[in-house]
């Protein structure tokens, strides 16, 4: 799977739930995966691991991305030179 940072933020931790429903929409697997420092604009390939085998075929893919972005603390803080970008002197 492939998660892209569309965002002009870089966050120090991303929770994706993912949840794996049959044909029918009936659930088949669950999971959760922490990305940390998914930085802005990112495109970043991860594996998921799952503890059972999926015995039916996979109907449909939730992935629900979780960051708080009420808590300053989750947004990683770049610190720029003098002069980069202008205006930061």
């Known amino acids: 799977m492939t998660v ?3 965002s002009p933020y870089s966050f120090w931790e991303v929770g994706l739930p993912i949840i794996l429903r049959d044909r ?8 959760y995966v922490v990305i ?5 604009k ?12 999926i015995e039916s ?7 629900m991305p979780e960051i708080n972005l009420l808590n300053d603390d ?3 803080k770049i610190s720029a030179p003098p002069g980069s970008p202008p205006g930061k002197e």
């Open 42 to 53: 990112e495109k970043r390939d991860i594996n998921i691991g799952w503890l059972n085998p």
């Open 4 to 6: 892209y940072n569309d």
């Open 57 to 63: 075929p996979v109907g449909q893919v939730e992935v």
């Open 24 to 31: 029918s929409s009936k659930i088949i697997g669950a999971n």
């Open 74 to 76: 989750v947004i990683i």
């Open 36 to 40: 940390n420092q998914l930085m802005a």
